[in-house]
Protein backbone atom coordinates (compact mmCIF):
# COMPACT_ATOMS: atom_id res chain seq x y z
CA UNK A 1 0.00 0.00 0.00
CA UNK A 2 1.48 3.56 -0.90
CA UNK A 3 0.99 6.06 2.22
CA UNK A 4 0.88 9.38 1.51
CA UNK A 5 1.21 11.90 4.66
CA UNK A 6 -0.22 15.16 5.72
CA UNK A 7 -0.18 17.67 8.91
CA UNK A 8 -2.94 16.33 10.76
CA UNK A 9 -5.29 19.27 11.63
CA UNK A 10 -6.04 17.38 15.69
CA UNK A 11 -3.81 15.64 18.12
CA UNK A 12 -6.30 12.78 19.45
CA UNK A 13 -3.05 11.09 21.16
CA UNK A 14 -3.47 14.17 23.65
CA UNK A 15 -6.20 12.69 25.24
CA UNK A 16 -5.30 8.44 26.16
CA UNK A 17 -8.90 7.95 27.23
CA UNK A 18 -10.31 8.66 23.37
CA UNK A 19 -7.03 7.94 21.61
CA UNK A 20 -6.18 3.90 22.74
CA UNK A 21 -10.20 2.67 22.75
CA UNK A 22 -10.75 4.58 19.43
CA UNK A 23 -7.57 2.49 18.07
CA UNK A 24 -8.83 -0.68 19.98
CA UNK A 25 -12.20 -0.47 18.41
CA UNK A 26 -10.59 0.31 15.18
CA UNK A 27 -9.26 -2.86 15.26
CA UNK A 28 -11.01 -5.41 17.05
CA UNK A 29 -11.65 -7.52 14.32
CA UNK A 30 -8.04 -8.56 14.58
CA UNK A 31 -6.40 -11.58 17.07
CA UNK A 32 -3.53 -9.78 18.73
CA UNK A 33 -0.40 -9.77 18.22
CA UNK A 34 -0.60 -7.38 16.32
CA UNK A 35 1.04 -3.95 15.84
CA UNK A 36 -0.35 -0.49 14.50
CA UNK A 37 0.53 2.76 13.01
CA UNK A 38 -1.33 5.67 13.24
CA UNK A 39 -1.15 7.68 9.97
CA UNK A 40 -2.21 10.99 11.51
CA UNK A 41 0.33 10.25 14.69
CA UNK A 42 3.41 9.49 12.59
CA UNK A 43 2.59 12.67 9.88
CA UNK A 44 2.73 14.69 13.45
CA UNK A 45 6.37 13.45 14.58
CA UNK A 46 7.62 13.46 10.72
CA UNK A 47 6.47 17.19 10.26
CA UNK A 48 7.13 17.94 13.90
CA UNK A 49 11.09 16.82 13.21
CA UNK A 50 11.16 18.88 10.23
CA UNK A 51 10.03 21.89 12.21
CA UNK A 52 13.03 21.18 14.92
CA UNK A 53 15.88 20.35 12.04
CA UNK A 54 14.94 24.26 10.75
CA UNK A 55 16.03 23.35 7.43
CA UNK A 56 18.46 21.25 7.26
CA UNK A 57 17.41 18.07 5.32
CA UNK A 58 17.20 14.97 6.99
CA UNK A 59 18.20 11.13 6.21
CA UNK A 60 15.54 8.43 7.25
CA UNK A 61 17.54 6.43 9.78
CA UNK A 62 16.00 2.99 8.22
CA UNK A 63 17.13 1.07 11.00
CA UNK A 64 14.06 2.87 13.15
CA UNK A 65 11.58 1.94 10.94
CA UNK A 66 12.03 -0.90 9.19
CA UNK A 67 9.34 -0.43 7.02
CA UNK A 68 9.82 0.08 3.28
CA UNK A 69 6.29 1.88 2.31
CA UNK A 70 6.90 3.93 5.66
CA UNK A 71 10.17 5.36 4.78
CA UNK A 72 8.93 5.72 0.83
CA UNK A 73 6.37 7.75 2.94
CA UNK A 74 8.93 9.99 4.77
CA UNK A 75 10.93 10.38 1.81
CA UNK A 76 7.97 12.23 0.05
CA UNK A 77 8.05 14.80 2.05
CA UNK A 78 10.00 17.52 1.20
CA UNK A 79 13.01 18.50 3.92
CA UNK A 80 13.53 14.34 4.17
CA UNK A 81 16.24 13.13 1.63
CA UNK A 82 18.15 9.70 1.43
CA UNK A 83 18.39 6.79 3.97
CA UNK A 84 20.91 6.15 6.86
CA UNK A 85 21.01 2.09 6.20
CA UNK A 86 22.05 -0.33 8.83
CA UNK A 87 23.74 -2.75 7.12
CA UNK A 88 25.21 -3.11 3.30
CA UNK A 89 22.50 -5.99 2.24
CA UNK A 90 19.68 -3.80 3.90
CA UNK A 91 21.03 -0.87 1.65
CA UNK A 92 21.82 -2.91 -1.55
CA UNK A 93 17.74 -3.97 -1.17
CA UNK A 94 16.43 -0.07 -0.74
CA UNK A 95 18.72 0.95 -3.49
CA UNK A 96 17.91 -1.72 -5.85
CA UNK A 97 13.81 -1.91 -5.29
CA UNK A 98 11.79 -4.70 -7.25
CA UNK A 99 8.83 -4.62 -9.25
CA UNK A 100 6.82 -1.60 -8.67
CA UNK A 101 9.57 -0.31 -6.47
CA UNK A 102 12.49 1.68 -8.13
CA UNK A 103 14.53 1.75 -5.33
CA UNK A 104 16.31 4.52 -3.29
CA UNK A 105 18.95 6.44 -4.92
CA UNK A 106 20.65 7.50 -2.29
CA UNK A 107 21.58 5.32 0.72
CA UNK A 108 24.26 5.97 3.19
CA UNK A 109 25.18 2.17 5.34
CA UNK A 110 25.61 4.02 8.53
CA UNK A 111 28.18 1.30 9.76
CA UNK A 112 31.40 -0.48 8.38
CA UNK A 113 30.52 -3.92 6.65
CA UNK A 114 32.50 -6.92 6.29
CA UNK A 115 30.37 -8.76 4.32
CA UNK A 116 31.99 -10.25 1.37
CA UNK A 117 29.20 -11.12 -0.47
CA UNK A 118 27.48 -8.32 -0.48
CA UNK A 119 30.97 -6.14 -1.17
CA UNK A 120 31.39 -8.15 -4.04
CA UNK A 121 27.77 -7.40 -5.52
CA UNK A 122 28.26 -3.50 -4.99
CA UNK A 123 31.53 -3.33 -6.80
CA UNK A 124 30.42 -5.26 -9.83
CA UNK A 125 27.01 -3.68 -9.86
CA UNK A 126 27.52 0.03 -11.69
CA UNK A 127 23.72 1.58 -10.77
CA UNK A 128 24.31 0.05 -6.66
CA UNK A 129 27.79 1.50 -6.80
CA UNK A 130 26.28 4.99 -8.04
CA UNK A 131 23.38 4.45 -5.05
CA UNK A 132 25.12 3.56 -2.00
CA UNK A 133 27.65 4.87 0.18
CA UNK A 134 29.66 2.68 2.33
CA UNK A 135 31.24 3.63 5.49
CA UNK A 136 34.80 3.76 6.77
CA UNK A 137 36.74 4.44 9.91
CA UNK A 138 39.94 2.75 9.57
CA UNK A 139 42.90 1.45 6.66
CA UNK A 140 41.84 -1.90 7.35
CA UNK A 141 38.25 -1.54 5.78
CA UNK A 142 39.66 -0.12 2.78
CA UNK A 143 42.32 -3.16 3.22
CA UNK A 144 38.91 -5.84 3.56
CA UNK A 145 37.12 -4.49 0.37
CA UNK A 146 40.39 -4.63 -1.51
CA UNK A 147 41.01 -8.23 -0.34
CA UNK A 148 37.29 -9.45 -2.18
CA UNK A 149 37.89 -7.05 -5.50
CA UNK A 150 41.23 -5.14 -6.14
CA UNK A 151 40.28 -1.58 -7.71
CA UNK A 152 41.27 -2.74 -11.36
CA UNK A 153 38.56 -5.45 -11.00
CA UNK A 154 35.82 -3.67 -10.08
CA UNK A 155 34.12 0.37 -10.12
CA UNK A 156 34.40 2.92 -7.56
CA UNK A 157 33.34 2.89 -4.07
CA UNK A 158 31.76 5.49 -2.65
CA UNK A 159 33.04 5.88 1.17
CA UNK A 160 31.98 8.27 3.95
CA UNK A 161 34.18 8.59 6.71
CA UNK A 162 33.36 8.13 10.46
CA UNK A 163 34.28 10.82 13.23
CA UNK A 164 33.76 10.22 16.79
CA UNK A 165 31.49 12.76 18.13
CA UNK A 166 31.98 11.20 22.11
CA UNK A 167 32.88 14.01 24.53
CA UNK A 168 36.07 13.13 26.65
CA UNK A 169 35.58 14.42 30.03
CA UNK A 170 37.77 15.00 32.40
CA UNK A 171 36.02 14.60 35.18
CA UNK A 172 33.50 11.56 33.61
CA UNK A 173 35.38 10.44 31.30
CA UNK A 174 34.67 8.70 27.70
CA UNK A 175 31.01 9.52 27.14
CA UNK A 176 28.89 8.82 24.03
CA UNK A 177 29.37 5.26 21.97
CA UNK A 178 32.19 3.74 21.03
CA UNK A 179 32.02 4.13 17.48
CA UNK A 180 35.24 5.61 15.21
CA UNK A 181 38.74 5.68 16.28
CA UNK A 182 38.81 8.62 14.62
CA UNK A 183 38.89 11.31 16.87
CA UNK A 184 41.38 14.24 16.36
CA UNK A 185 41.84 16.97 13.27
CA UNK A 186 44.72 15.02 12.15
CA UNK A 187 43.66 11.68 12.73
CA UNK A 188 40.77 12.67 10.26
CA UNK A 189 43.19 14.23 7.72
CA UNK A 190 45.29 11.45 7.89
CA UNK A 191 42.33 8.99 6.84
CA UNK A 192 40.83 11.49 4.21
CA UNK A 193 44.16 11.33 2.59
CA UNK A 194 45.01 7.64 2.46
CA UNK A 195 41.00 7.46 1.13
CA UNK A 196 41.76 10.14 -1.83
CA UNK A 197 44.93 8.32 -2.22
CA UNK A 198 44.06 4.72 -3.19
CA UNK A 199 42.32 3.57 -6.39
CA UNK A 200 39.26 2.36 -6.38
CA UNK A 201 37.50 4.75 -3.70
CA UNK A 202 35.76 7.84 -3.59
CA UNK A 203 35.10 9.95 -0.51
CA UNK A 204 32.13 11.94 -1.00
CA UNK A 205 30.73 12.32 3.11
CA UNK A 206 31.52 12.24 6.63
CA UNK A 207 29.63 11.53 9.60
CA UNK A 208 29.19 12.00 13.00
CA UNK A 209 26.72 10.67 15.68
CA UNK A 210 26.33 12.82 18.90
CA UNK A 211 24.85 9.71 20.78
CA UNK A 212 25.38 11.48 24.11
CA UNK A 213 23.53 14.06 23.20
CA UNK A 214 20.95 12.79 20.65
CA UNK A 215 20.43 9.56 22.51
CA UNK A 216 20.02 10.13 26.46
CA UNK A 217 17.22 10.81 28.28
CA UNK A 218 17.25 14.43 29.43
CA UNK A 219 14.50 14.27 32.16
CA UNK A 220 14.16 10.75 33.92
CA UNK A 221 10.97 10.28 35.69
CA UNK A 222 11.84 10.57 39.47
CA UNK A 223 15.28 11.37 38.62
CA UNK A 224 16.12 15.20 38.77
CA UNK A 225 19.54 14.89 39.89
CA UNK A 226 20.59 12.84 36.46
CA UNK A 227 18.51 15.02 34.13
CA UNK A 228 20.49 18.05 35.52
CA UNK A 229 23.81 16.13 35.12
CA UNK A 230 22.44 14.92 31.75
CA UNK A 231 21.86 18.25 30.72
CA UNK A 232 24.86 19.93 31.63
CA UNK A 233 26.93 17.23 29.40
CA UNK A 234 25.20 17.64 26.42
CA UNK A 235 25.44 21.34 26.95
CA UNK A 236 29.18 20.87 27.22
CA UNK A 237 29.43 18.24 24.73
CA UNK A 238 27.55 20.47 22.09
CA UNK A 239 30.06 23.25 23.06
CA UNK A 240 32.81 20.66 22.15
CA UNK A 241 32.05 19.07 19.19
CA UNK A 242 30.53 21.79 17.06
CA UNK A 243 34.24 23.62 16.91
CA UNK A 244 35.61 20.05 16.18
CA UNK A 245 33.41 18.97 14.01
CA UNK A 246 34.23 22.35 11.72
CA UNK A 247 37.88 21.84 11.98
CA UNK A 248 37.37 18.58 10.69
CA UNK A 249 35.37 19.02 8.20
CA UNK A 250 37.66 22.23 6.94
CA UNK A 251 40.42 19.49 6.81
CA UNK A 252 38.34 16.65 4.93
CA UNK A 253 37.01 19.05 2.53
CA UNK A 254 40.77 20.67 1.61
CA UNK A 255 41.17 17.06 0.62
CA UNK A 256 37.86 15.98 -1.08
CA UNK A 257 34.64 17.33 -2.53
CA UNK A 258 32.36 16.24 -0.12
CA UNK A 259 29.11 15.92 -0.97
CA UNK A 260 27.21 15.43 2.54
CA UNK A 261 28.28 16.64 6.17
CA UNK A 262 25.60 14.20 8.26
CA UNK A 263 24.91 14.40 12.09
CA UNK A 264 23.11 13.77 15.17
CA UNK A 265 19.59 12.28 15.43
CA UNK A 266 15.93 12.44 16.95
CA UNK A 267 16.95 13.84 20.00
CA UNK A 268 19.76 16.68 18.59
CA UNK A 269 17.80 17.97 15.92
CA UNK A 270 18.02 21.65 17.21
CA UNK A 271 21.40 21.33 17.86
CA UNK A 272 22.92 19.22 14.92
CA UNK A 273 21.47 21.54 13.12
CA UNK A 274 22.22 24.75 14.42
CA UNK A 275 25.98 23.82 13.25
CA UNK A 276 26.90 25.29 9.83
CA UNK A 277 29.04 22.63 9.17
CA UNK A 278 26.46 19.80 9.09
CA UNK A 279 24.81 19.42 5.75
CA UNK A 280 22.03 16.92 6.82
CA UNK A 281 20.89 14.91 10.01
CA UNK A 282 20.12 11.42 10.25
CA UNK A 283 16.64 10.91 12.13
CA UNK A 284 14.05 8.16 12.24
CA UNK A 285 13.20 7.10 15.62
CA UNK A 286 11.36 10.24 16.38
CA UNK A 287 8.44 8.50 13.41
CA UNK A 288 7.56 6.31 15.55
CA UNK A 289 7.70 7.86 18.97
CA UNK A 290 8.73 4.54 21.40
CA UNK A 291 8.42 5.95 25.02
CA UNK A 292 11.84 6.33 25.69
CA UNK A 293 11.23 10.14 23.84
CA UNK A 294 8.59 10.53 26.74
CA UNK A 295 11.30 11.57 29.04
CA UNK A 296 12.64 14.59 26.94
CA UNK A 297 12.39 18.09 27.62
CA UNK A 298 12.77 19.78 23.89
CA UNK A 299 10.33 17.57 22.14
CA UNK A 300 7.22 15.08 22.55
CA UNK A 301 6.54 12.54 19.46
CA UNK A 302 3.10 11.27 19.39
CA UNK A 303 2.82 7.50 19.98
CA UNK A 304 2.62 6.18 16.15
CA UNK A 305 3.41 2.72 16.77
CA UNK A 306 1.94 0.34 19.19
CA UNK A 307 1.05 -3.21 19.78
CA UNK A 308 -1.53 -5.15 21.21
CA UNK A 309 -1.45 -8.52 23.29
CA UNK A 310 -4.49 -10.48 24.78
CA UNK A 311 -5.24 -11.13 28.67
CA UNK A 312 -4.89 -14.98 28.60
CA UNK A 313 -5.24 -15.88 32.43
CA UNK A 314 -6.44 -13.93 36.05
CA UNK A 315 -3.42 -15.41 38.51
CA UNK A 316 -5.34 -13.52 41.23
CA UNK A 317 -9.08 -11.49 40.64
CA UNK A 318 -6.58 -8.06 41.22
CA UNK A 319 -4.03 -9.65 38.23
CA UNK A 320 -4.70 -10.57 34.24
CA UNK A 321 -1.61 -12.24 32.57
CA UNK A 322 -0.86 -11.50 28.75
CA UNK A 323 0.41 -14.00 26.52
CA UNK A 324 3.73 -12.91 25.11
CA UNK A 325 5.47 -9.34 25.81
CA UNK A 326 9.04 -9.71 26.00
CA UNK A 327 9.52 -7.85 23.41
CA UNK A 328 12.79 -6.14 25.15
CA UNK A 329 14.55 -3.35 23.86
CA UNK A 330 18.96 -3.27 23.39
CA UNK A 331 20.82 -1.13 25.15
CA UNK A 332 22.00 -1.21 29.02
CA UNK A 333 19.41 -3.62 30.69
CA UNK A 334 17.36 -2.01 32.93
CA UNK A 335 13.07 -1.44 33.47
CA UNK A 336 13.26 1.60 30.81
CA UNK A 337 13.95 -1.63 28.34
CA UNK A 338 10.57 -3.00 28.75
CA UNK A 339 7.68 -2.31 26.49
CA UNK A 340 5.31 0.35 28.63
CA UNK A 341 1.63 0.17 28.86
CA UNK A 342 0.03 2.42 27.18
CA UNK A 343 -3.91 1.33 27.92
CA UNK A 344 -5.80 0.64 30.04
CA UNK A 345 -3.87 3.52 32.15
CA UNK A 346 -2.88 2.03 35.76
CA UNK A 347 -1.49 -1.00 34.54
CA UNK A 348 1.73 -1.81 35.57
CA UNK A 349 3.82 -4.96 34.92
CA UNK A 350 5.34 -7.18 38.03
CA UNK A 351 8.93 -6.24 38.96
CA UNK A 352 10.12 -9.77 39.77
CA UNK A 353 8.67 -11.11 36.25
CA UNK A 354 8.53 -8.30 34.26
CA UNK A 355 7.86 -8.85 30.01
CA UNK A 356 8.20 -12.59 29.80
CA UNK A 357 9.24 -14.47 26.64
CA UNK A 358 5.71 -16.64 27.40
CA UNK A 359 3.90 -14.15 29.43
CA UNK A 360 3.79 -11.07 31.29
CA UNK A 361 1.65 -10.55 34.71
CA UNK A 362 -0.09 -7.25 35.27
CA UNK A 363 -1.28 -5.65 38.26
CA UNK A 364 -3.08 -2.64 39.99
CA UNK A 365 -6.49 -0.86 39.79
CA UNK A 366 -7.13 -1.53 35.99
CA UNK A 367 -5.56 -5.14 35.98
CA UNK A 368 -8.31 -6.56 38.47
CA UNK A 369 -10.97 -5.16 35.76
CA UNK A 370 -9.42 -6.99 32.53
CA UNK A 371 -11.02 -10.15 31.37
CA UNK A 372 -9.67 -13.05 29.80
CA UNK A 373 -9.77 -12.19 25.92
CA UNK A 374 -9.50 -8.18 26.49
CA UNK A 375 -6.84 -6.52 24.94
CA UNK A 376 -3.48 -4.79 26.47
CA UNK A 377 -1.90 -1.76 24.12
CA UNK A 378 1.75 -1.58 25.08
CA UNK A 379 4.82 0.52 23.30
CA UNK A 380 8.20 -0.32 22.64
CA UNK A 381 11.34 1.40 24.12
CA UNK A 382 12.63 1.67 20.64
CA UNK A 383 11.84 2.45 17.44
CA UNK A 384 12.46 -0.03 14.16
CA UNK A 385 12.88 -2.90 17.37
CA UNK A 386 9.36 -3.37 17.27
CA UNK A 387 9.09 -4.14 13.38
CA UNK A 388 11.57 -7.43 14.10
CA UNK A 389 8.24 -9.44 15.91
CA UNK A 390 5.63 -7.97 13.11
CA UNK A 391 4.94 -9.03 9.75
CA UNK A 392 2.81 -5.93 9.35
CA UNK A 393 1.64 -3.33 11.30
CA UNK A 394 -1.93 -2.41 10.52
CA UNK A 395 -2.62 1.18 9.73
CA UNK A 396 -5.03 3.33 10.77
CA UNK A 397 -6.48 6.84 10.30
CA UNK A 398 -8.64 9.44 12.10
CA UNK A 399 -9.34 11.37 14.75
CA UNK A 400 -10.92 11.28 18.24
CA UNK A 401 -14.08 11.33 16.41
CA UNK A 402 -13.59 7.95 15.03
CA UNK A 403 -10.68 5.59 13.66
CA UNK A 404 -10.58 2.97 10.97
CA UNK A 405 -8.52 0.35 9.34
CA UNK A 406 -6.95 1.39 5.55
CA UNK A 407 -4.75 -1.10 4.86
CA UNK A 408 -1.79 -2.70 5.87
CA UNK A 409 2.32 -2.57 5.70
CA UNK A 410 4.74 -5.38 5.52
CA UNK A 411 7.55 -4.89 7.93
CA UNK A 412 11.42 -6.12 6.64
CA UNK A 413 10.36 -9.25 8.19
CA UNK A 414 6.72 -9.31 6.50
CA UNK A 415 8.88 -9.02 3.43
CA UNK A 416 11.35 -11.82 4.38
CA UNK A 417 14.28 -9.77 5.54
CA UNK A 418 16.27 -10.06 8.23
CA UNK A 419 19.49 -8.22 8.12
CA UNK A 420 20.51 -8.63 11.69
Known amino acids: MTISLSHPSTTPWTTPARYWPGIDAATAELDPPFGVISLPALAHNAFEMLRRANGTPIRVASKSVR ?250 PQMATLLGGGWVASGPPGPDRLPLVAWPEGTRMISREAAGEVQTPLSGESAARLRVGDRVWLRHTKAGELSEHLDAFTLVDGDASGFRVVGTAPTYRGEGKAFL
Open 67 to 316: VRSVIDAVLALPGFAGVLAYTLPEALWLAAGDEGNDGIADVVVGYPTADRAAIRRLATDERLASRVTIMVDSVAQLDLIDAVLPPDRRGIIRVCLELDASWNSKVLGHLGPWRSPVFTVDQARDLAAEIVRRRGFSLVGLMAYEGQIAGLVDEPAGDPARGALVRWVQRQSVAELAGRRAEVVAAVRALADLEFVNGGGTGSLETTSAEPAVTEIAAGSGLFGPHLFDHYRRFSPAPAAAFALSVVRKPT
